[in-house]
């Protein structure tokens, strides 16, 4: 086969849950005559406590060459002491960068089975669907200067730079629009223009470009801090948001947490298409490595499912089998299936394995 | 009198709500003896109108000279066209670097009459008592360099500094654990250390004035993206939060939001203690200018009040006419009169005037 994908556990829950994915992509060569040249390699953690580093050259280069990266999750309290340059989060960061991942979509997506689980009144949740577009490769996470540097009179100063070019924030702003159209044609750009430079500059090339080539699309434009505010206020009012690197951590983690299952949600992050007509990929649960529970046979392994899924979808151009692995999704969760993260009342509690026979036995019912 | 308070109606309901002070200021001489000399000036779009800055030298200089500001709010649409450095809040952000005022005390208390406003659930909100205390007068807001360029290649380039040094971070650290130990004794610091040097210097710093000085305090440290989060699944977690100036903006509103009535929110900005033994410091509520609302007596004034009220108790160490006014907010609202902003039904619906004379009659009561 010529579908590459390269999947990288790394650390806690990380290896349980890319165990299930690894199920269905069995079930997906034998009942869908679909394979993949599955390839497995170290990052965070435990290319740390394997290499000395949170990702090698060798991994780097074997990302660059693939379709798609299958990521579980980075870090744990065994490397929280670490110097910067050498936490697990600085693997990922590097893949981000050198792989040229610029647009992170998070879906924020209520599952109708789910509702009771968010800490929001159902009736503010239910049926919620946003999609989050957070620039990945830009802003604050790479901009330089950068350190902490003694001062003449003994006090320290750490720097970091807030930083985007037009080109930066066109391209994101592009995929952003571009999605928008299959949705329901509503963008909401999110910055700090009335205190940030660099906010008024996004603020001014998203109206361009939109003028340019997107009018066709609704857009509107919020501050951050408003922003916070309206996702727990009401969240039904966005449809797609385009926002920075920093910003589009925090509100993408608010939004996911308003779901009231972290660990549902899926993400992808997208590179330009080169000249081979590829686009670089990696796909990403949204959760963390829960190093609390690894081991455990407790992780929720629906979230890496439905990363697994949506590379099916954006860079295997299978979105049947991607529909497929959905509604599996949907079903065991219809039966009342719940691991412990999302469990509630009336409902069955189940390990990761016992899940993951019930997706299986999903799959084979289609 | 002694009692210099300088206010700033601002824009939008900013008047409206500053009434309602007026006559609590009113009342206060009257019945408690307590006076004030009270000076008016303009701040935001008022005084681009008039002045064509959003705060005038003399303005600031009134602000220098007194013992408290009390602010209603800035800004609305029609000065959002305004070049960058004229917007209104501008005039905000001059007054709090001039002034010194580097922390911000944001109080994210869910009133017992108000549960039920909130978008969480009663038993998420229900007696919530958070104090986010943001860094207000450094990182990105202030750093330099700054602004907008053009490349060789056509291309622009926004850009910000984020930056801190040890003092800053010390002093306001200093105010949260000082907080704390009049609470329930912890403080969460929140920063990005996993990505951002300025972050690492943050966390290395408070964490060692904390093993020098307030060692008998509880401290934590949460990134600011789980932060984010925890404040939508367990709000009820956290005592105090310190954090800088960026993200203290947006977990601030956020935090503000969860309890479902921004229109009660009030907040401090204190700056250093002076060779006079003066602390400049600055009141002003959660909310903002709302130019939908304003001059049709629907603005809740209970937040401007609060302000009044903290800065009875923070600088003109009045606690008891503090703790009078709040017990007048309290009694109005187990009464069932609600401004429109947190009606609910069995409520009754009131105006802003009407709100009004019924804290004057609780007052009147006690
Ligand atoms: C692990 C960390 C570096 C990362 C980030 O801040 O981007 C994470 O929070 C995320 O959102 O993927
Ligand atoms: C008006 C604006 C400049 C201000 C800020 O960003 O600090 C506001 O959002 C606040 O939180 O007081």
Not at 9 to 14: A, S
Not at 110 to 119: I, K, P, Q
Not at 141 to 155: A, C, K, S, W
Request: charged letters at 25%; a negative charge.
């Amino acid at each position: 086969s010529n579908r590459k994908l390269l999947i990288l556990p790394g650390d806690g829950i990380g290896p349980e849950v890319m165990g299930t994915v690894r199920k269905v992509i069995d079930w997906m060569d034998r009942r869908r005559a679909v394979s993949f040249d599955v390839d497995e390699d170290l990052v965070g953690g435990a290319a740390i406590d394997k290499h000395g580093a949170p990702v090698t050259d060798a991994t780097v280069d074997k990302a660059m060459n693939c379709d798609a990266v299958l990521l579980g999750a980075v870090g744990g309290p065994k490397w929280d002491d670490l110097p910067f340059e050498r936490k697990p989060e600085r693997g990922l960061l590097r893949l981000r960068k050198d792989l040229g991942l610029y647009a992170n979509l998070r879906p924020a997506i209520c599952f109708d089975a789910l509702v009771e689980a968010s800490t929001l009144k159902p009736e503010i949740v239910a049926g919620l669907d946003i999609m989050i577009i957070r620039e990945l490769t830009g802003g604050v996470y790479f901009g330089e200067p950068r350190g902490i540097e003694t001062l003449p009179n003994g006090e320290r100063r750490g720097v970091n730079t807030q930083v985007y070019t037009t080109s930066e924030i066109r391209r994101v702003a592009a995929v952003a629009f571009d999605l928008a159209r299959k949705r329901s044609n509503r963008v909401c750009s999110v910055e700090k223009a009335n205190v940030m430079e660099s906010g008024v500059l996004w603020r001014e090339e998203v109206t361009k470009l939109h003028g340019e080539q997107f009018s066709d699309v609704e857009l509107s434009h919020m501050y951050a801090d408003n922003c916070a505010m309206q996702l727990v206020r009401a969240p039904k009012q966005f449809d797609v948001i385009v926002t920075d690197n920093l910003f589009g951590d925090m509100l993408s983690d608010a939004a996911a947490m308003l779901t009231g299952s972290l660990g549902m949600l899926p993400s992808a992050s997208l590179g330009d298409v080169d000249e081979s007509g590829r686009r670089k990929s990696l796909y990403e649960p949204v959760h963390g490595s829960a190093p609390d529970i690894a081991g455990q046979g407790k992780a929720n392994p629906l979230a890496t499912l439905l990363s697994y899924a949506m590379s099916l979808r954006y860079t295997f151009d299978l979105p049947e089998d991607a529909d497929l692995i959905e509604q599996a999704v949907n079903n065991v969760l219809a039966k009342g299936l719940r691991t412990p993260d999302i469990m509630a009342s009336g409902m069955a509690a189940v390990s990761t394995a016992t899940m993951t026979d019930a997706l299986i036995q999903e799959l084979d019912k289609m």
